[in-house]
């Protein structure tokens, strides 16, 4: 079964910080949707189970976060791919949206 996603209809901020939204759940993989507002922080976490995961921005530009405080520059189209116990987290200069995608899904 095939199943189309309008994006635009996921673009809501929460004045407080963080939206999540789930676009996609089964059992072999989970698609969310977080929208950030600028200057607000998604902070950085891990997961003590195996698997991958993208994070890929849709909207905004801000920074990748991982352990010891490393950030990677993030914008529009940038996708950053990871272990999944591996630390990280997003944080928002600008309005920021992006795309995480979990495999297996937890």
Not at 3 to 19: H, S, V, Y
Not at 20 to 38: T, W
Not at 60 to 80: Q, R, V, W, Y
């Amino acid at each position: 079964m095939m199943k189309k996603i309008d994006l635009a209809e996921t673009r809501e901020f929460n004045p407080l910080g963080m939206k999540s939204i789930v676009l996609h759940g089964s059992e072999h993989f989970k698609i969310l949707n977080f929208n950030i507002k600028g200057g607000h922080i998604f902070p950085v976490h891990s997961h003590d189970l195996d698997g991958q995961l993208s994070i890929l921005v849709i909207e905004g530009e801000g920074a990748f976060l991982a352990e010891n405080d490393a950030t990677i520059p993030a914008k529009t189209g940038d996708m950053l791919i990871s272990d999944i116990r591996e630390p990280h987290g997003v944080r928002a200069d600008t309005d920021m949206r992006i795309i995480v995608t979990i495999a297996p899904p937890i």
